[in-house]
């Protein structure tokens, strides 16, 4: 997302959603699922999925203050797990889960979103995208048994 102007996290087409209601998306689901994770079933009431669809974040500040407690929410919830509650029994919108289930049908639902937002952010940057990994074609440049690292003062690579 550093990589793209604030109008690009608002592109969509009538079928696909924009960056910015991914990111609005995953942070309801995430809120939900994430508070008193152990405890209350995983659609909390006060979740407006619906409104989640709805592009209406006004600023690059806003859409990083979501994307940064959704996944906050989610860490606060990994955080509470211990081995002797993994195969627990949640609920989520009713059905029941062990805790390792239902963190796995998390971790894809989240990944999958993720790989849209880069997805986009790459074909709208097209020649000028920056790669998050690896460059296409220069795999020979990394030494074998070691992997490109970024270093957070390296802004834009590998960051969101």
Same mark, same amino acid.
């Given at each position: 997302m550093a990589q793209l102007d604030d109008a690009e996290l608002r592109v969509a087409t009538a079928e696909?959603?924009? /960056?910015?209601v991914i990111v609005k998306h995953l942070h309801g689901n995430m809120r939900s699922r994430g508070r008193d994770f152990l405890t209350t079933d995983g659609e909390k009431p006060d979740r407006q999925r619906d409104a989640e669809f709805i592009g209406d974040i006004s600023d690059r500040e806003a859409l990083t203050a979501l994307w940064e407690e959704g996944w906050q929410t989610l860490f606060e919830a990994i955080d509470t797990i211990?081995?002797?509650n993994l195969l627990a029994t949640v609920t989520v919108r009713g059905q029941p889960r062990s805790v390792l289930e239902a963190i796995l049908r998390q971790l894809t639902h989240y990944s999958n979103h993720v790989g849209q /937002?880069?997805?986009i952010a790459k074909s709208l940057?097209? =020649? =000028?995208?920056?790669?998050l990994s690896i460059p296409k074609g220069q795999s020979q440049s990394i030494p074998k048994g070691q992997s490109q690292r970024y270093t957070p003062d390296e802004p834009n690579k590998g960051r969101y």
């Open positions: 696909d959603n924009s /960056i910015v211990v081995e002797t /937002i880069v997805y940057k097209g =020649a =000028a995208w920056q790669s």
